[in-house]
């Protein structure tokens, strides 16, 4: 599994950041968070080359820049600090799409974070995910896809993911 030595790496395709070939699973999040609070989302989508409708149908593919643009625009209307982890919060693993109902469906942690690993860009993540062994545990290593100022968010919102994905694999193991 290429990478560095001693590191499983998944992401073995490359586009570039203006590339349209990202589901548009952190826009119809976004714009499901905006909903909730009631807040004007529409004028962060004026720039694109897609309908709103388009977007929360899953009928699109988006480019990183689109992504970027978009969640520039709204930070202008949405305060919240940790915005990544506010959009998991409010739409849990369905932020992940069908990956997200795969990876709950697991029969264990192991089997949902292989998914998850391999299969995490189609699903509409910006970021990479890396595994490095070492010793008797193992690394996770996050990193941006594309330089970007909002970065942060996109980190948030991949690591609040896997949370919700150890509390769900958690509560199934609880569950009689």
């Known amino acids: 599994m290429g990478g560095q030595k001693g590191q499983m790496q998944y992401d ?12 548009c699973t952190l826009l119809t ?7 909730h609070k ?6 962060w989508f004026c720039n694109l080359n897609y309908t709103i409708e388009a977007i929360t149908q899953g009928q699109a593919l988006v480019s990183f820049d689109d992504i970027e643009q978009v969640f520039l625009h709204a930070q ?13 919060k409010s739409s849990g693993l369905g932020s992940m799409g069908l990956l997200g109902f795969v990876m ?3 029969q264990n942690t192991a089997q949902a974070f292989d998914a ?10 910006v970021m990479n995910i890396s595994v490095v062994p070492h010793q008797e545990q193992v690394i ?10 909002i970065n942060i968010v996109f980190f948030e919102e991949i690591s609040a993911s896997i949370v919700n994905c ?8 609880n569950q009689p």
């Open 12 to 23: 073995s395709m490359q586009f570039e950041r203006n590339d349209a070939v990202i589901p």
């Open 29 to 35: 999040s976004l714009i499901q968070y905006a909903q």
């Open 38 to 43: 009631h807040i004007a989302y529409a004028p």
């Open 76 to 88: 202008t209307d949405i305060t919240e600090h940790a915005l990544g982890i506010e959009l998991v």
């Open 104 to 106: 709950q469906a697991s």
């Open 116 to 125: 998850g690993l391999r299969f995490h860009r189609i699903s509409g993540s």
């Open 140 to 149: 996770l290593r996050i990193s941006p896809r594309y330089p970007s100022h």
């Open 166 to 173: 150890l509390k769900a694999q958690k509560n199934k193991k």
